[in-house]
């Protein structure tokens, strides 16, 4: 590994699409910190104390994408970005920490902010009379951070009423900004063509976080069971999170990378632009999905309650939507066998409040059961798309 100088920041087209191994260790801590935000939706009592949660779920997220695209933009094997890559990971533990408590507002805001500042600093002084393309864009991040840091900071400092609405416009900034590529005073917006610019690395970045999420699906069970009895409805809930985790990971491979890996510019710029918000919804879904999960591993039998019905059926509808727009928008080819399975569970969640919890996950298991069939039965009609043409 070398230092490497200015000049030689921004990643080679032909480099490497695979992850470093810090990039790995990276997206651990962050899945550490979907496990917990999984955990918060399920002790809450009511909707009231889950808005709090998503909000910081957008915010953990978000940390994630701008730094993986940072990392497919410039060389993560040099100094610097591995300097970004660390002090982003203490940010992450340090947010996932302060996710439980209220009074740790300030802590977890400072976690989020600082990263940001950091890697757009960091890039702005390696880069600056070097790289003029390259440092515009760091500025431009930068300064939106910059913006959206004082309501994070600001928000932490007041009580919970206000503070929140400071949060909400804070996330509203980072994620309207990125969508407008970062209008910024003096530097105009990113370039549409530095999006094309897009690697194969992304691609494999997207779907190793996804997988990796994935996992939460059966993790927070097993931290749920490992202090329960084992009864057999019990068991009978833990095997349907299992099943239910390998069948969303199979929704979600399907051609999920071959689309960030197309020779086609008009698809690259398309795809990295789309991508944070609907792998976001997807991410969501996984959240939803594990916490609900959690709560029928506490107690199997008995009534569905209505809010263990909306994460229950709703985390997995999240997921497929998220997946679905993400195909509908790239390609325009609408897969109407996974509406016509998102129908059924809406259709579904008005009944299932009188059967068991146990139950209504056999019921979920069946559903994506038939969403995997008909994407095997159609995969032959949408895998030519998917993989695209040069541009």
């Not at 080819?333 to 299932?352: D, E, Q, S, T």
């Amino acid at each position: 590994m070398t230092t490497g100088g200015s000049t030689e920041l921004v990643r080679r087209p032909n480099g490497s699409p695979r992850a470093t191994l810090l990039e790995l260790l990276f997206d651990v801590v962050f899945v550490a910190a979907l496990a917990l935000t999984s955990m918060l939706i399920a002790e809450r009592d009511s909707w009231a104390g889950v808005g709090p949660v998503v909000l910081m779920l957008m915010a953990v997220w978000w940390t994630w994408s701008v730094t993986s695209t940072t990392t497919d933009f410039y060389d993560p094997e040099r100094r610097p970005i591995q300097a970004i890559l660390m002090v982003t990971m203490l940010g992450a533990v340090v947010t996932a920490a302060a996710l439980a408590s209220d009074a740790h507002a300030l802590i977890f805001a400072t976690g989020y902010v600082t990263p940001h500042v950091w890697r757009g600093l960091v890039l702005v002084s390696v880069l600056h009379r070097h790289q003029r393309q390259a440092e515009e864009r760091a500025a431009r991040f930068l300064f939106w951070f910059l913006v959206s840091g004082v309501f994070w900071i600001v928000g932490a400092l007041l009580p919970d009423a206000p503070r929140w609405t400071l949060w909400t416009v804070a996330v509203a900034i980072d994620y309207v900004a990125a969508a407008a590529r970062y209008p910024t005073p003096w530097l105009g917006r990113v370039p549409v063509g530095q999006y094309e610019k897009t690697t194969e690395h992304l691609g494999e970045r997207y779907q190793q976080f996804v997988i990796l999420a994935l996992g939460d699906i059966i993790l927070v069970p097993t931290l749920e069971i490992s202090t329960a009895e084992f009864t057999r409805a019990r068991l009978a809930a833990f095997l349907a999170a299992f099943v239910a985790m390998l069948l969303l990971w199979q929704i979600y491979v399907l051609g999920a990378g071959a689309i960030l890996r197309t020779f086609s510019g008009q698809l690259l710029r398309r795809a990295t632009r789309l991508a944070p918000y609907t792998h976001l919804v997807m991410l969501a879904g996984v959240v939803c999905t594990a916490a609900g999960f959690d709560l029928v591993i506490e107690r199997p039998t008995g009534d569905t309650p209505a809010r263990w019905t909306v994460l229950l059926l709703g985390g997995p509808a999240l997921f497929l939507l998220g997946r679905t727009l993400f195909t509908y928008r790239i390609i325009g080819v609408v897969p109407w066998h996974r509406v016509l399975w998102l129908l059924v569970l809406a259709a579904a969640a008005p009944w299932v409040g009188g059967w068991p919890p146990v139950l209504v996950t056999a019921l979920l298991v069946l559903v994506l059961t038939g969403v995997v069939v008909g994407d095997a039965m159609g995969g032959r009609l949408t895998r030519p798309m998917l993989r695209g043409r040069p541009g």
